[in-house]
């Protein structure tokens, strides 16, 4: 959904995007210094999503 607008689930070209920011991250060890930012597209026709990290050095640097 990222890449071509269109869900791979429907085919439907309705995508929300939300942004990375502050409030969507996804941690990647167990404390709140290992969160990432993620972006995430959700199609407004059934409900199917992604989530895309934002930048991913910082997963790298993690593991």
Known sequence: ???NKECPKCNSN???KIPGTSGNII???STFYSAVRVTRYICC???YSEEWVV???YIKREH
């Open 1 to 3: 959904m990222k890449n």
């Open 14 to 16: 309705e995508i929300l």
């Open 27 to 29: 941690t990647t060890g």
């Open 45 to 47: 026709d059934c409900g």
């Open 55 to 57: 930048k991913v050095i």
